[in-house]
């Protein structure tokens, strides 16, 4: 069982209510979810759609052939044309459900007097969503207290009063059921975006200070965590820009507070010298960068995979880092946790390379398991240092024990000139060298850490990708298991190879799979292993590759 | 140079000896013990000074970055006493939007700025506080950006503390100093010093003839009579409090920064007090 289900209107429509409205029903009918959000960069007019992947078995893409569509205004029917290729597709057996009064016309149609009624019950017309709302939940054979539930649920309680004799009658207006969905047992499954999924383990990891300025797709983390600011004491800071931002990241972290920073890839541009900051005072910094298309402004509300070589390569000079790439929330999750740990540990700045499809996309992942989360700040003990303290005192690992100030009486000095142990500053070129090893050789370590990438599927032609090209890769060799295979990773630096390189040698194709024009990630792989992936397949109109685009690319070279 | 048994990377002659003079005289006659102190700074000659203290924890990032660093580490430890050190290229210039959203925060942090109007460490290009005209190694054809006045712009901007002290006059640096660290809020001290080698306008004797004690009545509580103070400039600088607004602090205004450890102590291991963000998700 799988259906897709699309409501799209305008900016300022209510979409989003219907969405929500939907999706609470169908998650607490026992389904799993995946809902995509794809809208323009304004705040009314444009396009506005929510699309609804309904299954019963766990899915982490979007399906884009619609079994149901509601349009809410007639001016968004163009974008979503049969072979339109970017936006969820009309196909022969769409099922549509439309006001009577939106002058919508469309075969298949079910023309519904979902204002008029609306206006005539409550006085407004824009209570027509939630009309809709209940002939959907006859169409997909959803009882009516399941709906009512739902918008008890989601719709703000000022409105349930005159809101649900709307529902109900919408729910009692002569629509065919066209599918009868059960009532399933789903326990111990969560609905979650990654940008939620992040701010939460956030807090889990003992996040105290968020510093940050808006910027779509980075600013779900932050809206996330400022909602829970009070409850679990969490400074929340917008700062003045990014570069502020950053610094705060440094400043808050170097003084003993787990810091967060969410951004997308222009703000990330603004931070890259406060990165290199905490790379030279050895400041372990977590950084969000949730991607979305580019040069410049680009798209601002679509998505991409394009930030990889930049993140790689941000910031002037030579220093370790760590850059994952989530594959779902659930993975954003894990991600972010330890993210927090290895950058306390190694006294590194980590990245996680989000997107818009994972920081806006709801999924119903599998929730956590709190009891498998073991903190550690990783700040030196007493015992476990040398007296008189030196920040950087030099070691084998090259990781030096971290005390912050006032965790004991010792003072605690850090300089983004280059430093002797002490960290005063040496323009001493022994010294020089002696550093440069020093902070170079935590990478040794930290690569040991690591997971191997995921691998996937028995066929002889392998598919290579990362982060949240996961749940299109997974579906795709699923559905082909004899022709392909797929590895897979989620931590892109440091680049773990030999997994790799054994699945490379016993393939007959590889090919990259990137949500980029650039096939970036095979770029890193020939960089680091000297082996160049001939093919490559990549998707950059801003929209989150399907299983159904890549089967379509894949029928092009012939490979299935 | 060596001085303190420290090879000082200033010139001899340089404004900022009189500065380290009067800082390690701030710290050493203070009840707040060494370690509890933060320095922070950007980059330039000026930035340098917190690697010339001793006992002191230091934080020198950023050319223009300081502000925000030191902010958001006086907010992960309210028990830091946290003192900036910067130039006037780093603070007025480069850093120029982090001080007014300092200004405004009002973190309970202390700014000093080495004010010589000149970029030292650079080799002589203009500062925001260069005077019209001046001719440089960059601005060849003299100075045409009308110089930047830090003292009326944080009157403007109702800065919390605001202050232009001199490094000809040891007591009164330290004493402004100590104002500055004692107020509650953000504080600002304007330092003019002489930059012996690139500044052969703005001297240590130009800057003594007309350096002049605010008087013993002056109210630093008015902000209009402040406004009026901070625009003089010229044959007489007045030197002094010019403006205080004692007001609650960032720090006072947040309720997560309550009566509780400083942020930084607060260290939760307890995984069941998580389960309501994920029931929230469910």
Known sequence: ?560 | MWKNGMDIAWCPGCGNFALLDAVNRLVESSDIPRSHFLYVSGIGQAAKLPLYLKGVNVLDGLHGRALPAAQAAKIANRELTVVVHSGDGCNYGEGGNHLLAAIRRNVDITLIVHDNQVYGLTKGQASPTTALGTTTVAQTLGVMLEPFNPMAAAVALDCSFVARTFVGDQDHLVSTMRAAMHHHGFSLVDVLQQCVTFNRVNTFGWYKERVQSLPDDYDPTDREAAFKTALEWGDHIPIGVLYTHERPSYEDLHPVLDDQPPLWQRWNTDMAAYTPLLDELA
């Open chain 1, 1 to 560: 069982m799988d259906i897709t289900l699309t409501i799209s209107g305008e900016a300022g429509q209510g979409v989003k209510t219907l969405g929500s409205l939907a999706a609470r029903t169908l998650f607490d009918r026992g389904y799993f979810i995946v809902q995509d959000e794809s809208y323009h960069s304004r705040i009314r007019g444009g396009l506005d759609a929510i699309t609804l992947r309904v299954s019963d078995r766990e899915r982490h893409a979007m399906r884009p052939q619609m079994d149901v569509f509601i349009p809410l205004a007639s001016s968004v029917l163009p974008y979503h044309a049969a072979g339109n290729g970017h936006e969820a597709e009309l196909g022969p057996g769409t099922r549509v459900l439309c006001d009577s009064a939106s002058g919508i016309d469309l075969p298949g149609e079910v023309s519904l007097p979902a204002s008029e009624r609306a206006t005539a019950l409550t006085g407004d017309a824009r209570a027509a969503n939630v009309f809709l709302f209940g002939a959907l939940c006859r169409m997909l054979g959803i009882p009516l207290d399941q709906a009512t539930a739902a918008a008890r649920n989601v719709l703000p309680q000022r409105l349930q009063e005159t809101n649900l004799p709307v529902l109900a009658e919408g729910y009692a207006q002569p629509v065919m059921e066209a599918w009868s969905l059960p009532e399933r047992r789903l326990s111990g499954y969560v609905l979650a975006n990654a940008s939620q999924a992040i701010g939460a383990a956030a807090i889990v990891a003992g996040v105290r200070f968020y510093s940050g300025y808006p910027m779509t797709p980075g600013s779900g983390i932050m809206n996330y965590l400022a909602a829970h600011a009070e409850q679990y004491g969490i400074v929340v800071e917008q700062a003045e820009d990014e570069i502020a931002a950053a610094n705060m990241a440094v400043g808050a972290s170097y003084a003993g507070v787990r810091q967060m920073v969410s951004t997308s890839g222009g703000g990330f541009a603004l931070m890259v010298e406060a990165l290199s900051l905490a790379g030279m005072t050895e400041t372990p910094i977590v950084i969000v960068d949730a991607q979305r298309p580019a040069p410049a402004t680009g798209l601002p509300t679509r998505t991409e995979q394009a930030d990889l070589w930049y993140v790689l390569q941000a910031g002037h000079g030579e220093f370790v880092r760590m850059v994952s790439a989530p594959r779902t929330p659930e993975d954003a999750f894990d991600l972010t946790l330890k993210a927090y740990d290895l950058s306390s540990k190694y006294q590194i700045p980590a990245i996680i390379l989000s997107d818009q499809q994972l920081a806006d996309t709801l999924v119903t992942v599998r929730r956590w398991d709190l009891g498998d989360v073991h903190l550690n700040r990783h700040l030196a003990e007493q015992g476990t240092y040398q007296e008189p303290y030196q920040r950087y005192a030099l070691t084998p690992s090259g990781v030096s024990p971290r005390l912050v100030p006032m965790q004991t009486e010792w003072p605690v000095v850090a300089d983004s000139d280059e430093h002797d142990e002490s960290g005063h500053l040496s323009e001493d070129l022994d010294n020089r060298e002696r550093m440069v090893e020093k902070r170079l050789r935590r990478q040794r370590d930290l690569l040991m850490e690591l997971d191997d990438p995921l691998v996937l599927g028995g066929g002889p032609t392998l598919l290579v990708g990362w982060g949240s090209s996961f749940g299109a890769l997974e579906e795709l060799v699923q559905e082909y298991p004899a022709d392909l295979r797929l590895v897979h990773f989620n931590e892109v630096w440091p680049l773990k190879t030999e997994r790799l390189l054994a699945e490379m040698s016993q393939a007959r194709m590889v090919i990259a799979v990137e949500g980029n024009a650039t096939a970036q990630f095979a770029g890193l792989i020939a960089r680091e292993t000297g082996q160049r992936i001939e093919h490559t397949l990549g998707r950059w109109d801003g929209r989150p590759l399907t299983a159904a685009f890549i089967e379509r690319r894949l029928h092009d070279m012939e490979v299935i």
